[in-house]
T-cell receptor, first 114, second 116 residues
Framework: DADVTQTPRNRITKTGKRIMLECSQT?????MYWYRQDPGLGLRLIYY???????NKGEISDGYSVSRQAQAKFSLSLESAIPNQTALYFC?????????????FGPGTRLTVL | AQKITQTQPGMFVQEKEAVTLDCTYD???????LFWYKQPSSGEMIFLIY??????QNATEGRYSLNFQKARKSANLVISASQLGDSAMYFC?????????????FGKGTRLSVIA
């Protein structure tokens, strides 16, 4: 069973719609992250959370919001989707051991905004 | 300023040859970690190798090794004996100090194509 799951895996929506991407993990990690990947731009951080009461903006948070419903769940919302939010979205988790702590990624959600 | 720079958007290598993917980083922290991930065409992110700033030896994991040159702030990935399955995007990433309370910062990636 996958340790980090994302739903949906693929989504096509229209401009102006509200979209929620969900992430669940069974790794028991406190830290969770949302990144987006665009061709030629690598992965850029949208939001991250170090525990259920902690939410932090990343490099590109405008147009997005998040909710940390539980240690295991971290959702990303697009309140009013626009075409330039078309991208591959990754959820990731990490433990709190320090600089050695790597990210464990979900399989990604491919979002297309028409 | 970019914290992670990967200057090679794309590279080709012959099967069974070795290839080096470049990564330079920028940090003023003394404690940091460097990571490489592979992303095949299927899209998942696969962790390959880690190097800590205080590690005296270069990291190795099977056919992957990290050529860590601290003074030059470079952390190049070396893949030996390339295989067709190595064709993928490769991302270099860094976690700066602060007790591990920082997310990974990624470079823009290098697309490696292995030719038979």
């Amino acid at each position: 069973d996958a340790d980090v799951t994302q739903t949906p895996r693929n989504r096509i929506t229209k401009t102006g719609k509200r979209i929620m991407l969900e992430c669940s993990q069974t790794k028991g990690h406190d830290r969770m992250y949302w990144y987006r990947q665009d061709p030629g731009l690598g992965l850029r951080l949208i939001y991250y959370s170090f525990d259920v009461k902690d939410i932090n903006k990343g490099e590109i948070s405008d147009g997005y919001s998040v909710s940390r419903q539980a240690q295991a769940k971290f959702s990303l919302s697009l309140e009013s989707a626009i075409p330039n939010q078309t991208a591959l979205y990754f959820c990731a988790t990490s433990d709190s051991i320090g600089v050695t702590s790597r990210h464990f990624f979900g399989p990604g959600t491919r979002l297309t905004v028409l | 300023a970019q914290k992670i720079t990967q200057t090679q958007p794309g590279m080709f290598v012959q099967e069974k040859e070795a290839v080096t993917l470049d990564c330079t980083y920028d940090t003023s922290d003394q404690s940091y970690g460097l990571f490489w991930y592979k992303q095949p065409s299927s899209g998942e992110m696969i962790f390959l190798i880690y190097q800590g700033s205080y590690d005296e030896q270069n990291a190795t994991e099977g056919r992957y090794s990290l050529n860590f040159q601290k003074a030059r702030k470079s952390a190049n990935l070396v893949i030996s004996a390339s295989q067709l399955g190595d064709s993928a995007m490769y991302f270099c990433a860094m976690r700066e100090g602060g007790g591990g309370n920082t997310p990974l910062v990624f470079g823009k990636g290098t697309r490696l194509s292995v030719i038979a």
